[in-house]
C-alpha cells in the first residue's frame, strides 16, 4: 500500500534558522511522484515541488531545497534562512499509477506545522 | 487568471441534512478533484472528475457523490450528514486527468460543521 509519514509533527523555530521537514514514503510502484504542498491559514494547498521517481537530482529553488533518495524512501525539504511568512503546514504527498494508466490521486502525510518566531 | 473558486466558504449543517459544494476550476482546466481535510484522519482523496465522468474514487461512503458539468464545474453532495463529516472540503484543478499533467491547483476550500 501506498504512504506517507510525516514524522515532525510540529516545528518551531526563530527567524533566520535552517530547517528541513523530513518525509517518508512507501509504495511498491516503480513510477510515482512526490510532491510538497504548503498550507497556510487561509486553507488552500499551494504547490512547491513534483518530483518523479526517476529524477533523483536534488532541486534548490531560492530559499527552498529538495533531497530526494529513494534508498532511503524519502524526499526531505529545506527552507534555509527561514522567515516569519514561511508559517504554515507543510504537506508531503504521493501519486502513483493507476489502473488506468494515468497518475492518480494524491496520497497525503499528516502534515508538519512550522512556525518561525520573529 | 482566476484560480479555483469554491462557494460556500462556510456553511452549517444539521444532522440528517444533505449539503451540495461548488467548485470552479481554473479556465481551461478539464479535471476536478475533492479531498476531505478533518484534523484526524488529514487530507483523504474524495474523487476526481475529467470531461463529466468520474475517473477515480477514494474510499468514501456513497452518501458522498459528485458531478461535473460540460463547462468543467464540479459540485460534491453530501447526504444525511453525519458529526464526522465536519470538515475542509478541497477542490482542485487540473489540466489533465490525475497528477501525471503536473501540479493541482487547490482552492481555500468549504468549511462544514455538522451539529
Known amino acids: 500500500a501506498q504512504k506517507v509519514t510525516q514524522a515532525q509533527t510540529e516545528i518551531s523555530v526563530v527567524e533566520k534558522e535552517d530547517v528541513t521537514l523530513d518525509c517518508v514514503y512507501e509504495?511498491?510502484?516503480?513510477?510515482?511522484?512526490l510532491f510538497w504542498y504548503k498550507q497556510p491559514p487561509s486553507g488552500e494547498l499551494v504547490f512547491l515541488i513534483r518530483r518523479n521517481s526517476f529524477d533523483e537530482q536534488n532541486e534548490i529553488s531560492g530559499r527552498y531545497s529538495w533531497n530526494f533518495q529513494k534508498s532511503t524512501s524519502s524526499f526531505n525539504f529545506t527552507i534555509t534562512a527561514s522567515q516569519v511568512v514561511d508559517s504554515a503546514v507543510y504537506f508531503c504527498a504521493l501519486s502513483y499509477l493507476n489502473y488506468g494508466g494515468s497518475q492518480g490521486n494524491l496520497i497525503f502525510g499528516k502534515g508538519t506545522k512550522l512556525s518561525v518566531k520573529p | 487568471k482566476a484560480g479555483v473558486t469554491q462557494t460556500p466558504r462556510y456553511l452549517i449543517k444539521t444532522r440528517g441534512q444533505q449539503v451540495t459544494l461548488s467548485c470552479s476550476p481554473i479556465?481551461?482546466?478539464?479535471?476536478v478533484s475533492w479531498y476531505q481535510q478533518t484534523p484526524g484522519q488529514g487530507l483523504q482523496f474524495l474523487f476526481e472528475y475529467f470531461s463529466e465522468t468520474q475517473r477515480n474514487k477514494g474510499n468514501f461512503p456513497g452518501r458522498f457523490s459528485g458531478r461535473q458539468f460540460s463547462n468543467s464545474r464540479s459540485e460534491m453532495n453530501v447526504s444525511t450528514l453525519e458529526l464526522g463529516d465536519s470538515a475542509l472540503y478541497l477542490c482542485?484543478?487540473?489540466?489533465?486527468?490525475?497528477?501525471?499533467?503536473?501540479?493541482?491547483?487547490f482552492g481555500e476550500g468549504s468549511r462544514l460543521t455538522v451539529l
Open positions: 479556465s481551461g482546466h478539464r479535471s
Open positions: 509504495t511498491r510502484d516503480t513510477t510515482y511522484y
Open positions: 482542485a484543478s487540473s489540466l489533465r486527468l490525475g497528477t501525471s499533467g503536473g501540479e493541482l491547483f
